[in-house]
């Protein structure tokens, strides 16, 4: 029986050429060090050709931490972006929301965070990077889905926003004045390349339009919720949360898929209720609708009306009080769910 054949590397499927002058661009804007001259908030809007809406850029770093640049893809992931910064009171959420919105990166760390594969075409390339920021990796990011490394049709999107970064880069440091940023209100100017004229760049107004909240109707069958109400209440207190599952799924040399698991444990004895897996690539919100059917679904499986949940998540709560409230169920928001986080653990251990 002939072996199973497994697809090329990602980094393999595109011609070498298509990645030297990203590489390089990369390359030229990590030896700026870009954090000492903008900050995160110091946003730029770059529209090259090819991109139906701007890409906007974040740069990161100026506290220490993680250093890169961020590119999120359109004006929608933009106003989440603002959103998820305005919301910095859940950062478990925040995590969830942050992995959902479709964005390029590149970061710059060392030898040993880079992949393996991603090392030899730099070095095929003709760089031989030193240092602890020295290695650039350039991944792409789409909702549902772990990052990833780039293919053909993103390759020149970043090409392009790239090189129009170092460009306002090395005029900020030349001239010690900021280019053109963006803001979460009004109306503001991005850099836009002309399509008749590569490389020609002209600053174009655009007002972020206002998008409406995805809202959801909670239709739950009436008999479940009979059901539920005419269970005896007792004592019991539940811990439940939403969180990315660091466990990816997939196909070798695939986008894997990056799920989130709900997990419901009793505080007291920490037994598990429920633990189950859930994955859309439709946006955060439509991975939220799905909790409260599952939520009630848990309670008719074991049979328990209990008197209390508590949550660290303030959007979960909101999620579920309607359908609490009628079965008298008290919602708590807390800072810690230790049943809960002890249960995860030993799923991750077991899952190795």
Not at 74 to 84: K, T, V
Request: charged content about 20%; overall charge negative; aromatic content about 8%.
């Amino acid at each position: 029986m002939s072996a199973k054949k497994t697809s090329p590397h990602p980094l393999h499927r595109v011609p070498l050429e298509a990645w030297r002058e990203l590489y390089l661009l990369a390359f030229q804007i990590g030896a700026l060090k870009p954090w000492e001259i903008l900050g995160e908030l110091d946003i730029m809007g770059i529209q090259p050709i090819g991109a139906a809406e701007p890409l906007y850029a974040s740069i990161m770093g100026e506290m220490g931490e993680f250093h890169g640049i961020d590119f999120y893809i359109g004006n929608r992931a933009i106003a989440q972006y603002w959103q998820m910064r305005e919301d910095d009171h859940c950062p478990e959420m925040n995590i969830s929301v942050l992995l959902n919105i479709p964005q390029f990166k590149v970061s710059y760390g060392s030898a040993a965070e880079t992949h393996p594969e991603e090392k030899k075409l730099i070095r095929k390339l003709g760089h031989s990077p030193r240092g602890a920021l020295a290695w650039p990796t350039l991944q792409s990011v789409r909702p549902g889905y772990a990052p990833w490394f780039l293919i053909d049709n993103e390759i020149e999107q970043l090409r392009g926003a790239l090189a129009k970064l170092l460009e306002l880069l090395i005029y900020c440091e030349r001239e010690q004045e900021l280019p053109e940023t963006v803001t979460p209100f009004g109306t503001y100017q991005v850099y836009v390349e002309d399509p008749a004229a590569p490389g020609t760049w002209t600053l174009q107004p655009v007002r972020l339009p206002s998008f409406e909240v995805t809202r959801f109707t909670l239709d739950v069958p009436g008999d479940l919720m009979d059901k539920l109400a005419a269970i005896e209440q007792n004592q019991m207190e539940l811990e439940l949360d939403l969180q990315v599952f660091p466990l990816l799924m997939g196909e070798e040399n695939q986008r894997p898929e990056l799920p989130h698991v709900l997990m419901i444990v009793e505080a007291r004895s920490c037994f598990v209720l429920c633990t189950e897996v859930i994955h859309t690539t439709e946006g955060i919100e439509l991975l939220y609708a799905e909790v409260p059917e599952k939520f009630l679904r848990t309670l008719e499986k074991h049979n328990i009306r209990p008197q209390t949940i508590h949550f660290t998540n303030p959007y979960l709560l909101q999620l579920l009080q309607e359908p609490c409230d009628i079965l008298d169920i008290e919602l708590l928001l807390t800072d810690e769910l230790p049943a809960l986080d002890d249960a995860l653990q030993n799923l991750l251990e077991y899952f190795g």
